[in-house]
């Protein structure tokens, strides 16, 4: 798996939480260096709209 492919929505979503934030490195299972990367990776992911920036929010 290619963690550089921000193009593949499937894959980055797998990293983002439900409110659409980074997963941290002890939930997501990736080492430093890959979880730097894939920070980068969802980022640049999110100035193409590939995945959205926040989710949006229904207060009761």
């Known amino acids: 798996m290619e963690i550089t492919a921000y193009h593949d929505s499937r894959?980055?979503?797998r990293f983002i939480?439900?409110?659409a934030k980074i997963l941290p490195r002890r939930r997501s299972g990736v080492c430093a260096k890959h979880q730097r990367r894939l920070a980068?990776?969802?980022k640049?992911?999110?100035m193409l709209a590939l995945?959205?920036?926040t989710e949006k929010l229904v207060r009761k």
Do not use: H, N
């Open 44 to 46: 640049r992911a999110r």
């Open 17 to 19: 939480s439900d409110t």
């Open 11 to 13: 894959m980055v979503r």
């Open 40 to 42: 980068t990776t969802i």
């Open 51 to 53: 995945v959205p920036i």
